[in-house]
C-alpha cells in the first residue's frame, strides 16, 4: 500500500537548514523580539522618517549599515525576520549594482528582531573613513543617498 503525497509534505511550522538569514546593521540597542519599524529618522541623506527599512543577506552589506549608522553607541549587527513582502533596495539595484549583488533588500513592513552577531570584523578605518568622505560628497551636490 502506497503513502499518500500529501503525508510527505513537511509541516510550515519545521525550520528548514536552508532558510535565508537576513541582517541589519544599526547603532540601535535592541532586544530579541523588539521590532525594527519604519518612522524613525533615516541615517541617510536629509534625515526624514524612512518610509521603508533595509535589511541585506550579507553580513559585510550589515556591517557597512553598522559602521555608516547615526548616533551613539557600538555598532550592532542584528539577525532579523521580515514581516511583510521585502523588494530590491532600489537606492543601489537601480542605481549601483543591477542585479542586486548586495542582496540588499527593503520593506514598509517590520522586521523582528531573532539574535544578534557579536563576533563579526568591521571595516578598517581607512575603508569607513573614505565611504562616508564619498557619502559627504554626494550630499555636497545635493544627490540623496536614499530615494523613496
Known sequence: MG?????????????????????????ADLEIGDFIETGINSNYGQKKKAKYIYLTATL?????GA??????GPERIYLVEPTGPIEDDPN??????????????RSAHPFKVVGEITA??????????AMKD???????QGIEAIED
Open 67 to 72: 559602521e555608516l549608522a547615526s548616533g551613539e
Open 92 to 105: 543601489l539595484t537601480d542605481k549601483k549594482f543591477p542585479g542586486n549583488p548586495t542582496k540588499s533588500y
Open 120 to 129: 563579526w570584523q568591521g571595516h578598517a578605518s581607512e575603508q569607513v573613513n
Open 3 to 27: 503513502k499518500n503525497k500529501s503525508e510527505n509534505k513537511p509541516s510550515e511550522s519545521v525550520q528548514s537548514p536552508f532558510a535565508q538569514t537576513f541582517f541589519h546593521g544599526t547603532k
Open 134 to 140: 564619498g557619502l559627504a560628497k554626494l550630499r555636497e
Open 60 to 64: 559585510d552589506a550589515a556591517i557597512w
